[in-house]
C-alpha cells in the first residue's frame, strides 16, 4: 500500500503482522495492571519480538513490537522520561533526515525512529 503523507510524516499501512498497542485511562480509580497485561499480551500476535508497558495508576499503556529498525532492546517502547511516555505503532520514514534538520549532529541511544518522534514531542 503506497505511503501517505502526514505532516512531516509518512505513514505506510502494512499488511500481517504490525507493532500492537493497547491503552486505558481510568477516570474512576486505579487501572488494573493485571487487566493490561492480559490485553497487551493479547496483541502478541501483531509484535512477536517484544513486550512493553508502563502504568502510573490512572493510565496504562502497553506495546508489542515488530522490529525492523534497531533490534536492540533499548529501542523497545514504550520511550519514557520524567515528563513524557509514547507507545505507537508505525514507522516514520524520514526519520534520518528529520534527526539530521532538528538534532544536528547530537547523539540519540538509538538507532530508531521512535526516539528521534520522542525528542520531537
Request: net charge negative.
Amino acid at each position: 500500500m503506497p505511503a501517505k503523507n502526514v505532516g512531516v510524516l509518512s505513514v505506510r499501512v502494512l499488511e500481517g503482522n504490525v507493532c500492537g498497542t493497547y491503552g486505558y485511562v481510568s477516570f474512576d480509580g486505579p487501572v488494573s495492571i493485571e487487566d493490561g497485561l492480559k490485553k497487551t499480551n493479547g496483541l502478541l500476535h501483531r509484535g512477536p519480538e517484544n513486550m512493553g508497558f508502563y502504568s502510573d495508576n490512572r493510565v496504562f499503556l502497553g506495546h508489542t513490537r515488530l522490529s525492523f529498525l534497531d533490534l536492540r532492546d533499548i529501542a523497545n517502547q514504550p520511550f519514557k522520561n520524567s515528563d513524557c511516555c509514547l507507545v505507537y505503532n508505525g514507522e516514520v520514514y524520514k526519520y534520518l533526515q528529520l534527526k539530521e534538520e532538528y538534532f544536528g549532529e547530537r547523539s540519540f541511544l538509538t538507532g530508531s525512529d521512535t526516539e528521534v518522534l520522542f525528542e520531537l514531542m
